[in-house]
Each structure stands twice: as structure tokens, then as C-alpha cells.
């Protein structure tokens, strides 16, 4: 019988507990996916804690909002994908129904496409959130072009590490911004033009000098919280800062004068968008090929083992890669 996690209280990782139940037959327009891998998200340890911003109904709720698998069934109407097809998952909004810790799941046809060549289970199953989150912000939201500044906030976690990998395919030199500078070496070597670690410098005055005292093109704020103010600051009057990040729980004040354009972002505007997706998935599909995209993978564990992959995710074992369970 199919197992599926799912939690029937909010509380810490041992919430979770898995149950066998039968498939779920795709309706029009809809595929059944046999997963292969899902990664966790921070979103899947807020639903599970009681903390997503969306209501989360009890009890038999399910988590994951992405995955790879191989489509195993289709619906009426499903058209542009065949049984067999190996795909990634590119959206589940209500994941509470239809998420990704499971055997199968049940979607629009419309969120799934086709695995890029090359790409092995593992590194799909976290590709989809980090990089179309960084894509959206970047290129749909704030119009990133080919020798922007980009300064990027929490350079060290999952978005950060595909915002600059995103820059670097468009032609635009990203700016790494770490709390540590132990991270320089690592960051350098993801591709970041520069690093600018908190605990040493002043964010301000390290941009400036990095940008010929012009100032970040575009800022990606993966934080928020009074930080962000320091941020505009680093940014070139008639800029944009992108928000899409919420790692500090504290308000965010409003500047007294922005001078910067500054844009609130979350990742399901576009990736319930069919017509954004299809440019996402072709984004995605040339950077694999050219080998400028590639997802940073932790650790890998089994569906058994999926409480401990929550709990190494809340310790911040992980390191800002993501973590993977393989079915």
C-alpha cells in the first residue's frame, strides 16, 4: 500500500507519522506522480510547527511542496506528458492536500515538466523552490540584466546559493552577503564576484566599494527584519529591492525616503502561473545543460527516516543545503 506522511497536531519533528493509503485516480487535466525524492523546505517545517502564514487544517494534513518522480498515471485532458515521463514538480500550493512526502501524488498536469537531461533524482528533487524563487525575484520581479550588481542577503542558504548561480547565467555580478566570513571561501567558489561578511564589515560601505561607490542595481532580501533598512542603503537610488525572504520574525520598518523601488515577492504568484513556469522550466533546462545550475545537497534520507531529516533540517546541520529523502 502507498505511504504518505502526515501530521494530526502542530508541534516538533515527532508529529510527523507515516500511514499507508490507496492512490488517488487523476482527474481532467491532472497527473499522478510516483515520487522518487522530495527536499525539505522551510515552508514544510512551518506548516508542520503551526506557523505557515496559510491555515493549515488538522487533523491527516500532508507537507512537501516539491519533488521529482515519474508520472504514473494521467487524467482526461492531461495533454504534453506521458506515462513513464520523468518530471519535477514545480508547485504544490496546498500541500497540506497533495504534498510530496509520499509515494504518489495527485496535480494539475500544469505543475509538473519534464526533468532536465542530466539531472539525477536527488539534485531534482531540490532544484525547483531555491532556484525559481531566485529566478522570479531576480528576473521576472526586479528585471535583472546582464552587468547588474546584486547583492544577495543569506548568500549561505538554498535561494541565496541559486540567486547567485541565476545572476551568473544572466551576466550580472552578484554580491554575497554572509554573517560569517568563515563562508568567503565557500561563497567565492559558488560564484559569487564578491563577499561581504556582517561580522567584519559594514554592509554599506562594502558594497560601495565593491560597486565603484555606485551602489547594488538590485538587492535580494532573504531576511527582512530591521536589516533591511541598512540594505536600501546599500542599494543605488532609482534600484530595486526584492523581499523574499522572512528569516527574522522581527517588523520590518518602512523608510522615512526609499530610494529604492522596493517589491514584496512570493514564490506561488508565478509558480501557479502556467506561462511563467514554461519560462522557469526553460531557464532551469539551459542552465543544467551548460552546468551553471546545479542544487548544494546535504544529507539523504530514507521516508523512514523523515523525522530525523526535520530535526537535522531545525538544528542547522544542513548548512543552508538542502536536505533530500529519497523514497
Known amino acids: 500500500m502507498p505511504r504518505i506522511v502526515v501530521f494530526d497536531e502542530f508541534g516538533g519533528p ?11 485516480e487523476p482527474g481532467a487535466g491532472e497527473v499522478r506522480v510516483r515520487i522518487e525524492a522530495f527536499a525539505v523546505n522551510p515552508l514544510d517545517q512551518m506548516m508542520r510547527a503551526g506557523a505557515s502564514p496559510a491555515p493549515v487544517p488538522l487533523p491527516h494534513a500532508r507537507l512537501g511542496v516539491e519533488g521529482a518522480g515519474v508520472v504514473d498515471a494521467l487524467g482526461p485532458g492531461a495533454d504534453g506528458l506521458r506515462v513513464g515521463d520523468p518530471v519535477v514538480i514545480a ?47 531576480l528576473v521576472e520581479k526586479a528585471g535583472m540584466r546582464p552587468g547588474d550588481h546584486v547583492l544577495v542577503t543569506a548568500a549561505s542558504g538554498a535561494v541565496g546559493r541559486a540567486a547567485i548561480q541565476v545572476a551568473r547565467q544572466i551576466g550580472a555580478v552578484p554580491i554575497a552577503v554572509t554573517r560569517h566570513a568563515a563562508r568567503r571561501d565557500e561563497l567565492l567558489a559558488a560564484g559569487a564576484a564578491a563577499v561581504v561578511a556582517t561580522d567584519r564589515e559594514n554592509v554599506v560601505e562594502a558594497v560601495h566599494r565593491h560597486t565603484g561607490g555606485a551602489g547594488a ?53 508565478h509558480t501557479l502561473d502556467p506561462a511563467v513556469v514554461r519560462r522557469m522550466a526553460a531557464f532551469l533546462n539551459a542552465g543544467v545543460r551548460l ?27 544542513h548548512g543552508g543545503r538542502k536536505i533530500v529523502v529519497e523514497l
Not at 14 to 24: A, D, F, I, K, N
Not at 124 to 133: E, K, L, R
Not at 299 to 311: C, I, N, Q, S
Open 217 to 269: 542595481d538590485i538587492v535580494l532580501d532573504l531576511v527582512r527584519g530591521p536589516g533591511q533598512l541598512e540594505l536600501l542603503r546599500a542599494g543605488r537610488p532609482g534600484g530595486t529591492l526584492v523581499a523574499a525572504g522572512f528569516l527574522d520574525p522581527r517588523p520590518t520598518p518602512a523608510p522615512e525616503t526609499p530610494q529604492l523601488t522596493v517589491i514584496n515577492y512570493r514564490g506561488f504568484e
Open 14 to 24: 515527532e508529529v510527523m507519522h507515516v500511514v499507508e493509503e490507496p492512490v488517488t
Open 291 to 317: 552546468g551553471a545550475l546545479r542544487p548544494a545537497v546535504d544529507e539523504v534520507f530514507a521516508l523512514t527516516d523523515v523525522v530525523e531529516a526535520h530535526r537535522r533540517f531545525e538544528k542547522g546541520l
Open 91 to 137: 508547485a504544490i500550493a496546498d500541500a497540506h492536500v497533495r504534498g510530496s512526502y509520499a509515494d504518489y501524488t495527485t496535480l494539475p498536469a500544469d505543475q509538473v515538466f519534464p526533468r532536465p537531461a542530466g539531472l539525477g533524482v536527488t539534485d531534482a528533487a531540490a532544484i525547483w523552490v531555491a532556484f525559481s524563487t531566485a529566478y522570479g525575484a
